[in-house]
């Protein structure tokens, strides 16, 4: 029952819009990300992720899969990183998404999102969400090209 009353407290995550390139979807969901990180009270917050149980071993399954919906999913910090995990689970399980090889989506989301907590809690007066989200956005989307690339290319010469 507490972790219904914590759960019904946590505001809505960004979703990504329905149009738009790969790169364009991804900019405007970090962006709504970083609105909600630069918004968000970052003593308060960090002291209830921590109060909200056990280390994550990683993310939950995506929503979408057959065990999101089970018992694995069982406390109040999973349900959250799953709820904020979904809208890249949406991008990158798109059909433009390819072009991006295989995606770990844990190292994704704290490429594109850790700069922006790092940016929250240092506090500074005039930090710039708005670049650091998209340069952001661009590193992940350039590395995870080349290594596309670079498992492309190893496929090839293996096969040769």
Do not use: K
């Not at 979904?86 to 090889?101: K, N, R």
């Amino acid at each position: 029952m507490l972790a219904a009353a914590f759960n019904s407290l946590i505001p809505p995550c960004p979703t990504p819009p329905d149009d738009g390139s790969l790169r364009d979807r991804l900019v405007a969901l970090v962006l709504a990300q970083a609105e909600s990180v630069a918004q968000a009270p970052a003593v308060m917050t960090a002291m209830s992720w921590l109060a909200l149980g056990r280390d994550l071993e990683g993310l939950p399954e995506p929503h979408h899969t057959s065990c999101a919906a089970s018992p694995a999913i069982t406390t109040l910090r999973e349900r959250i990183a799953q709820q904020y995990a979904a809208p890249f689970d949406a991008l990158f399980d798109s059909p433009e998404a390819a072009e991006l090889g295989e995606v770990d989506r844990s190292q994704a989301i704290a490429m594109l999102i850790g700069p922006l907590v790092l940016g929250r809690l240092s506090t500074l007066p005039d930090f710039d969400y708005r670049e650091c989200a998209l340069a952001a956005v661009e590193g992940f989307l350039h590395v995870q090209r080349l290594q596309g690339r670079a498992d492309a290319a190893s496929i090839e010469s293996a096969g040769a």
